[in-house]
């Protein structure tokens, strides 16, 4: 009863949304449709050559990888059997002011996942509170691990996720692991797929070079329907450009959900200092440390020390989210304000280290990081100055460009196997509009940083000059920047 309730709820979305785009088109001169039309040209979106052209390289690629590349390497990996093992697996989780519910079940999943691997595996514990301790001591004791699974707990100050991770590697590093051994490093809110090691573990053998790789993520949200669509919209998008990366075995961030690294990666003190001490030198906002964007740190130390970096399609993890506001508009501005400022801090410093060490087509896409937040917004204030000094027929016919576009790529979403929504179209516009607005905002302020679900900021305890002279030059360059940008397309207009 609940399924066909479900799947009437979305057949009347979908209903409604062709609808919406039925009418505007009814709403519209006959000369659109007319190829001989001048109008045809802006329906056509020229002015998105180069963001449909990347959407359409990110696509190919990732069905490739998906469907060809990825089962032929599984099938090599297979053949390796046993010779592929790892000599010991540290299964490293990071907790701090997580629900007790959640974090049960992370934890439950983790223990479970050390019984079933099969493998020497050792179970890292790095807390802030006693009360998590008590509560892992509780599961470990209900699900009764065999001898070949060790529990160690690493206790440390609420002062961030970087000491966490820097003192939970320490820690690993004190068991002295051998060149064969692996990390899993897992976020307090991720819950493992059954037989996840398994599936990950082996790849380390057949790429001698990789130092570390993700996995494809789900989700559950604590939240409103809207906020639950935007996160597996967001998770849909992950995973085709995941698999468009890997096919060059450049993942462009070891996500800090779950990721598994060499131990003799996460045990190199070089990479520790990368990950606890990371920051920028900044020629306008001076130097500051990396507060949030973990998982950009350890990519970019891994591609720093000459290591390549994978994706697992078929390995998987769910995590738990609980949007840090009610309000859609409020929680998603939050989490667009740190996902995208991890982005920009770490996308300069990136492309220093050269075609050559990147490649190409890595270099492309963090130069369109850039590009995209200026690209996105192109069509959208094309059109509102268009409609100003012409006709607002031209921001109809924009609107139906973007209702008809945006439902073409939900359903080539379905090609990664997640699910999609009637949302989705009206989503995925929201995050182009809104995040290209958050981009803009950010590239300016990148000293601004924030965690989501814990009350801690960057502290920089500037002189008073200094703190005057940032606010007042990260507004002046945003303020000019908007400017000329629209001034520009108005001229074209």
């Not at 998603?332 to 996902?339: A, D, E, N, P, Y």
């Amino acid at each position: 009863m609940h399924r066909l309730k479900h799947d009437l709820l979305l057949a009347a979305g979908w209903l409604f949304y062709l609808s919406l785009l039925m009418a505007i088109a009814l709403m519209l001169p006959k000369t659109i449709f007319d190829p001989e039309s001048k109008y045809f040209i802006l329906l056509l979106g020229v002015v998105g050559i180069w963001r449909y052209t990347m959407g359409a390289t990110h696509f190919v690629r990732g069905m490739l990888f998906l469907y060809v590349v990825y089962p032929c390497l599984r099938r090599k990996v297979r053949k390796l059997g046993t010779a592929a093992d790892p000599s010991h697996v540290f299964l490293m989780v990071t907790s701090f002011r997580i629900e007790a519910l959640t974090t049960a079940q992370v934890y439950s999943s983790v223990i479970r996942e050390a019984i079933a691997c099969g493998y020497p595996t050792t179970v890292v514990c790095s807390l802030v509170e006693m009360a998590d301790e008590l509560l892992v001591k509780s599961l470990w004791a209900r699900l009764n691990p065999p001898d070949r699974v060790k529990l160690d707990f690493v206790r440390i100050a609420g002062t961030g996720k970087r000491d966490g991770l820097a003192y939970g590697f320490r820690a690993i590093s004190r068991h002295l692991p051998d060149e064969n051994a692996v990390v899993a490093v897992i976020d307090g809110d991720t819950v493992l797929e059954e037989g996840l090691v398994r599936k990950t573990v082996p790849w380390f053998k057949l790429f001698d070079n990789v130092g570390g790789l993700t996995t494809n993520e789900f989700c559950v949200v604590r939240g409103s329907y809207i906020m639950s669509e935007w996160h597996k919209l967001r998770f849909a998008q992950r995973h085709l450009n995941m698999c468009s990366m890997a096919l060059s075995k450049r993942v462009l961030t070891m996500t800090g959900r779950m990721s598994m690294f060499r131990a003799s990666v996460v045990t190199n003190p070089e990479f520790i200092a990368d990950v606890e001490n990371d920051s920028l030198h900044h020629w306008r906002l001076g130097h500051f440390k990396f507060l949030t964007g973990d998982d950009k740190s350890s990519w970019f130390s891994l591609m720093r020390l000459g290591y390549d970096t994978f994706y697992v399609p078929d390995a998987a993890v769910s995590t738990v989210e609980h949007p840090p506001e009610k309000s859609f508009i409020k929680a998603s501005r939050k989490l667009m304000f740190r996902w995208y400022g991890n982005n920009l801090r770490q996308n300069s410093r990136a492309m220093a280290l050269g075609v050559r060490r990147l490649g190409l087509f890595t270099s492309v896409v963090l130069v369109d990081q850039r590009v995209s937040m200026w690209a996105c917004l192109l069509g959208l204030t094309l059109a509102i100055i268009a409609s100003i000094k012409f006709s607002p027929v031209y921001f109809l016919v924009y609107l139906l460009w973007v209702g008809i576009t945006r439902l073409i790529l939900t359903f080539l979403l379905l090609c990664s196997g997640h699910t999609i929504g009637p949302a989705y179209p009206v989503l995925l516009y929201y995050n182009q509009v809104a995040g290209a607005i958050m981009k803009i905002y950010v590239f300016f302020r990148l000293d601004k940083q924030a965690w989501t679900r814990q009350p801690i900021v960057l502290k920089r305890d500037l002189a008073s000059f200094q703190q005057w002279f940032n606010t007042w030059s990260s507004r002046t360059m945003t303020f000019s920047a908007v400017s000329i940008f629209v001034a520009v397309l108005t001229l074209v207009v």
